[in-house]
């Protein structure tokens, strides 16, 4: 299994961005992608996370009503369209995958077994 995360670079802020993780290995059409981000001397932070099986995404409330996740079938690449870029979404951003049987995803690392190499996303001006 492998993870491609991309998309990353310099935003100015107010800005937007967008990120695409692009999956490919897996055994089976079902399972959940994370987006965590992990900025210097912080801990790494849950963003939001997509199901393949029923489409829901859910995101964390630090980001909520200026990101998104959507999924681009043909290229089988979940995205993470950012808006209204903020000093504080500088980090290095990570996207997760782990096959699953049932509905929903988790908010936890722990969870995920294959993992991105990360994206940088700095915003400043």
């Known amino acids: 299994v492998q993870l491609q995360a991309s998309g990353g670079g310099l935003v100015q802020p107010g800005g937007s961005r967008s990120l695409s993780c692009a999956v490919s290995?897996?055994?089976?059409?079902?399972?959940?992608i994370g987006w965590f981000r992990q900025a210097p001397g912080k801990e790494r932070e849950w963003v939001g996370c997509?199901?393949?099986?029923?489409?829901?995404?859910f995101l964390a409330d630090s980001v909520k009503g200026r990101f998104t996740i959507s999924r681009d079938s043909a290229k089988n690449t979940v995205t993470l369209p950012m808006n209204s870029l903020k000093p504080d979404d500088t980090a290095t951003y990570y996207c997760?995958?782990?096959?699953?049987?049932?509905?929903?995803?988790?908010?936890?690392?722990?969870?995920?077994?294959?993992w991105g190499q990360g994206t940088q996303v700095t915003v400043s001006s």
């Open positions: 290995g897996l055994p089976t059409p079902y399972y959940a």
């Open positions: 997760a995958v782990v096959t699953r049987r049932t509905e929903g995803c988790s908010p936890s690392a722990d969870e995920y077994v294959y």
């Open positions: 997509y199901s393949s099986i029923d489409g829901s995404s």
